[in-house]
């Protein structure tokens, strides 16, 4: 998938992702929100898939001796709050052509 490998990069990386392909004056958007272990990764993505800017964001993840992992959700709340304005600050204009968000998790972890 396109956006993950765009992620992934992106945590290596943590610079803003910006691809400069010049897209239809009228092109939509979706706001693709991916709530991951370490955190959740904001992206703008055009309706044909292009990654067009994203944002990875932190989350604390607690480890206890028996092997349990949590995560406080009003962390993830938080989060991704300022994840998306960190992402929408560094691109106003396409705040308005939004119009889908999508949002995946890890198989059963979202509370």
Known sequence: MKLANKFTKERAMRKNIVVKKSEPKDERYVLAIDLGTSGP???IV????????CEIGEVKLKLDDN????????????????????????????????????????????V
């Open 67 to 110: 092997g349990a992992a949590e995560q406080n959700p009003d962390d993830w709340k938080r989060s991704i709050g300022s994840t998306s304005k960190s992402l929408f600050r560094k691109n106003p204009k396409l705040r308005a052509k939004i119009s889908a968000i999508a949002v995946t998790t890890h198989w059963s972890g979202t």
């Open 41 to 43: 990764k904001v992206g």
């Open 46 to 53: 055009t309706s044909s898939g292009n990654v067009v800017a």
